[in-house]
C-alpha cells in the first residue's frame, strides 16, 4: 500500500543550525511534492514546490531535494532560528489535480 | 487579498447528529479541497472541488458530502457523527490552471464528538 513517512519523532537542534527533515515515500510515483510549515492551532502555510524532474529548488534559507530513485525527498533550513520551530508537513501530487497525500508531519524545535 | 476563512472555529456535538462546516475561498481561487486532521497526524484528503462538482475524493464514506458555491465558497456535510469523526478540518483553496500549484489553508473547525 502507498506511504509516506517523516520523522516521526521530534527534531532538535541548535540555533543557527542547518536542520533537515526527510519525506520517504513507497508505492507511489509523485508528479509533485510540496512542503508546509503548521503552527499549533493553525492551518498549514505553502513553504515549496519541487517536480519530479527537479533535483533542487531553493528558496531564502530553504532547500528542497526530490530524489525520484530512492523515493525520498529532503528539506533543509539553514541557519535555524527558534522561530523556524513547527511541524513541517510533506505532501505528494500525483493523477492529477485531486490525489493528494500528506506525511505525518515532523516537530521541529530549534533550541536558542 | 483576503485568506481563507473557515466557520465554526469550534463545535461540539453528539454522535449521530449531523454538521455543516463552511469556508470562504481566497480571492480568485476556482477550487476547493477539504482534509481532515486527527491530533498528531497529517491532513488526510476528503474531497475536492472544482466549478460546482467534485472533482476527486479520499477514503471517506458518502456520510460526507460538500457543495461548491458560485462565489467558490463551500460547506463540508457530516452526516450521522460517529465519535471518530473528532478532528480538525481543513479547507484549502487554489487556482487549478496547472496541477501540483500551492494550496492555502485556513486555520479549521475543531469538531468535537461526545
Known amino acids: 500500500s502507498q506511504k509516506i513517512e517523516q520523522n516521526s519523532e521530534a527534531l532538535n537542534i541548535q540555533e543557527g543550525k542547518t536542520a533537515t527533515l526527510t519525506c520517504n515515500y513507497t508505492?507511489?510515483?509523485?508528479?509533485?511534492l510540496q512542503w508546509y510549515r503548521q503552527d499549533p492551532g493553525r492551518g498549514p502555510v505553502f513553504l515549496l514546490l519541487i517536480r519530479e524532474n527537479e533535483k533542487e529548488k531553493r528558496k531564502e534559507r530553504l532547500k528542497v531535494t526530490f530524489d525520484t530513485t530512492l523515493k525520498q525527498s529532503l528539506f533543509h533550513i539553514t541557519a535555524s532560528q527558534p522561530a523556524d520551530s513547527a511541524t513541517y508537513l510533506c505532501a505528494l501530487f500525483s493523477g492529477g489535480y485531486q490525489k493528494v497525500t500528506f506525511g505525518t508531519g515532523t516537530k521541529l524545535q530549534v533550541i536558542p | 487579498e483576503t485568506g481563507v476563512t473557515q466557520s465554526p472555529t469550534h463545535l461540539i456535538k453528539t454522535r449521530g447528529q449531523q454538521v455543516t462546516l463552511r469556508c470562504s475561498s481566497q480571492?480568485?481561487?476556482?477550487?476547493v479541497s477539504w482534509y481532515q486532521q486527527a491530533l498528531g497526524q497529517g491532513p488526510q484528503f476528503i474531497f475536492q472541488?472544482?466549478?460546482?462538482?467534485?472533482?476527486g475524493r479520499g477514503n471517506f464514506p458518502p456520510r460526507f458530502s460538500g457543495l461548491q458555491f458560485p462565489n467558490y465558497s463551500s460547506e463540508l456535510n457530516v452526516n450521522a457523527l460517529e465519535l471518530d469523526d473528532s478532528a480538525l478540518y481543513l479547507c484549502?483553496?487554489?487556482?487549478?490552471?496547472?496541477?501540483?500549484?500551492?494550496?492555502?489553508f485556513g486555520d479549521g473547525t475543531r469538531l468535537s464528538i461526545l
Open positions: 480571492s480568485g481561487h476556482n477550487t
Open positions: 484549502a483553496s487554489s487556482i487549478q490552471d496547472r496541477p501540483g500549484q500551492p494550496q492555502h
Open positions: 508505492n507511489y510515483s509523485p508528479a509533485y
Open positions: 472541488y472544482y466549478r460546482e462538482e467534485e472533482n
